[in-house]
């Protein structure tokens, strides 16, 4: 069992006074997979002093910078911190912005001055702002040039400092780039990661600068073996997870190169593919299935890793993907509290419609729900535990998330006989209509596969005969018209494909579903 920190840089005390009960936490496990990391560890310094100096970092538009030149900009960054905003080791800065150099350059700089970092996505408004802010007390702000401020109309006197990226620029032609990075613990907390808030109001996560080596070390390192000449892309924003591993922390840690790229549709993603070679790229589902009518004849020969995450991956769409470009789609499960995926797998030891296998360095079973071990085949509540693990902020739900030492993940699994895990449902989002249990994601790739469908959710409505009636609501692609002809038609399809019993009972026709900010679905609002 991992410790709380005796040794730490931190003079703010903010965090370890709000790290949950110790008893509370998580088994963490390093072993041949992911060894211990040293006692004290600045993740900024060894992601930015990694080797590749020389070698391209980070490109967007005409702008490209070196290991190097990254290096010098978050140096001067956290010269402007601690110089000129007066930030303490343990502060912690609110960064808010989309995925640019600079932001990247401020996350580092953060990080190197000894704070801890909070990277909130631009798509959020005041009122979960200044949730954000209410649970994190950010000593300094960090905004974008062109967002408004009105996340901080409560707020904002709550903080030191609020800047703008402009000013950072501007303050940074004073530095000269001469900073020793603070030498924090390894187990001291680097991040505050806000979970998506799917399930309700989002809860803050604690991760420590070995956590954020640990997910490259573990998925990165063994799932998508990537090496200096990789260049990374991909959709989702640096405030996620997600983002955060695939377009920040793994290309530093094996020497490759990130594109960012200003937001846009289908042709935008593919011209960055083309212009620059991407060979790597990660986005949703939802994503895929859109580019996947847009490929055509454009050439995304340099594709050779296409990584899908942040909700359930329809088989249809991993077909459909693979015929397009030969690309099998790597799966994979993670969490914030976990901070990046922990079950996947890449190549040949891809089975369509599998989430995967366990990422080497963690563990995963599923349980029934007396916390028992289930044999192969039966579906119950997947846990996991390694080298990463929750610990939220003033130990909310610490319980709830954490049962004898593993993480409780809130999905329902079975694991077959070979070792691979396969999604049935979340914990909430299975519907019992009239004495049968109903996954809502299997009737969603089965609603999904008929020619109309773009997009569907499917949720369990009251209903006076059989307790629960299935749900689907369906947003069409062009060129087909709604109404009761095709929403039997659809009816009529899903019988064929899966159990009948099965079927959405109820259609709705809607323009678009609601999403999280890091475009998850939002369930729970449909079943309101």
């Given amino acids: 069992m991992e410790t709380k920190p005796l040794k730490t840089a931190h003079v703010d005390r903010f965090s370890a006074e709000r790290l949950p009960r110790l008893g509370t936490w998580p088994e963490f496990i390093f072993d041949k997979h992911v060894p211990p990391y040293e006692e004290y560890l600045n993740a900024a310094e060894a992601l930015l002093n990694n080797g590749f100096e020389n070698r391209p970092a980070i490109y967007m538009n005409d702008l490209a910078w070196t290991y190097s030149e990254l290096n010098h900009k978050a140096n001067q960054i956290a010269q402007i911190l601690t110089q000129d905003l007066d930030l303490k080791p343990g502060n912690r800065v609110l960064l808010r912005g989309g995925n640019t150099p600079i932001l990247a ?8 001055a000894g704070g801890i970092v909070i990277t909130t996505m631009t798509m959020l408004r005041e009122k979960e702002l200044d949730s954000i802010i209410d649970v994190g007390q950010p000593n300094i702000l960090i905004i974008e040039n062109d967002l408004p401020i009105d996340l901080l109309k409560s707020s904002v006197g709550k903080a ?68 200096a000449e990789d260049v990374f892309c991909g959709s989702p924003p640096l405030a996620f997870t997600f983002g955060l591993g695939g377009l920040l922390v793994f290309p530093a840690r094996f020497g490759a190169s990130v594109v960012y790229f200003d937001g846009g549709g289908p042709d935008v993603i593919l011209n960055t593919i083309e212009t620059y070679k991407v060979t790597t790229f990660f986005t949703a589902p939802t994503a895929y299935k859109i580019l996947i009518d847009q490929i055509g004849d454009r050439d995304v020969t340099s594709l050779k890793t296409c990584v899908s995450a942040g909700e359930y991956l329809p088989v249809s769409v991993s077909d459909d993907f693979y015929k397009a470009t030969g690309i099998r789609l790597i799966d994979g499960i993670g969490a914030t509290e976990m901070i990046h995926v922990f079950i996947s797998s890449s190549g040949d030891e891809i089975r369509p419609g599998s989430t995967g296998k366990v990422v080497p360095g963690y563990r995963a079973e599923v349980w029934d729900k007396n916390n028992k071990k289930l044999p192969a085949g039966i579906a119950g509540r997947l846990v996991v535990k390694g080298p990463t693990g929750c610990r939220y902020l003033n130990g909310d739900q610490q319980e ?51 020619d109309a469908v773009a997009e569907c959710a499917v949720v369990g409505t009251k209903d006076p005969d059989r307790g629960m009636i299935v749900k689907a609501f369906i947003v069409l692609n062009e060129g087909f018209n709604s109404g009761d002809e095709l929403a039997k038609d659809i009816q009529v399809f899903v019988k064929e494909t899966i159990a009948p019993y099965k079927y959405p009972r109820a259609i709705e026709f ?7 900010a890091t475009g998850k679905l939002l369930r729970k609002d449909l079943k309101n």
């Avoid at 350059?105 to 190197?112: F, M, P, R, S």
């Fill in 400 to 450: 709830k998330y954490v049962v004898n030492g593993w993480n409780l993940t809130g999905d329902i699994f079975k694991q077959d006989a070979d070792g691979y895990f396969w999604f049935v449902a979340r914990d909430d989002d299975i519907i019992i209509s009239a004495g049968y249990n109903i996954a809502s994601p299997e009737v969603e790739q089965a609603v999904i596969a008929h």
């Fill in 105 to 112: 350059a401020l996350w580092y700089g953060v990080l190197k």
């Fill in 160 to 227: 030191k400092h609020v800047v703008s990226f402009s000013d950072i620029l501007i303050a940074m032609d004073n530095k000269n780039g001469n900073f020793k990075a603070v030498k924090t613990a390894s187990n001291d907390v680097a991040l505050l990661a806000f979970t998506s808030g799917t399930t309700g109001l989002p809860k803050a996560t604690m991760h420590f600068h070995c956590d954020i080596l640990a997910m490259a070390d573990s998925f990165a390192k063994y799932i998508l073996n990537p090496s």
């Fill in 510 to 516: 809607i323009k678009s579903l609601p999403k999280s």
